[in-house]
């Protein structure tokens, strides 16, 4: 399986973070897994944000529920994450997983994508 991030690279404070995870190799609706969004800000470790299961459940970190979507389009076999109202301490590297663990936050589990640099500056 091949997980690849897409998205900007460079967001202002208050907007929303769009970010696309694009799957080849593998299936986002029949492959058993969690589909994970993962990120890590500069000199911290990797902190889980969410999942969407292959049935279609979602799943949030609690302290990023209030401004995180996790969706899929299934057609296009790629899963998605919108963060809204984004401050500078959302700067971060941002992965794309997939592992048996809900909560993956060990690079060596799963698969993951190489992951895209998020900088939020005015």
């Known amino acids: 399986v091949q997980l690849q991030e897409s998205g900007p690279g460079l967001v202002k404070p208050s907007q929303t973070l769009h970010l696309t995870c694009t799957v080849s190799?593998?299936?986002?609706?029949?492959?058993?897994?969690?589909w994970s969004w993962v990120r890590q800000p500069p000199g911290k470790d990797l902190e889980w944000m969410g999942a969407?299961?292959?049935?279609?459940?979602?799943y949030y970190n609690p302290s990023l529920k209030s401004r995180t979507s996790i969706s899929r389009d299934t057609s296009k076999n790629q899963i998605t994450l919108r963060l809204s109202s984004v401050i500078p301490e959302d700067t971060a590297v941002y992965y794309c997983?997939?592992?048996?663990?809900?909560?993956?936050?060990?690079?060596?589990?799963?698969?993951w994508g190489q992951g895209t640099q998020v900088t939020v500056s005015s």
């Open positions: 190799g593998g299936s986002i609706t029949t492959d058993h897994g969690y």
């Open positions: 969407i299961e292959s049935s279609g459940s979602v």
């Open positions: 997983a997939v592992a048996q663990t809900l909560e993956v936050v060990t690079r060596t589990e799963g698969y």
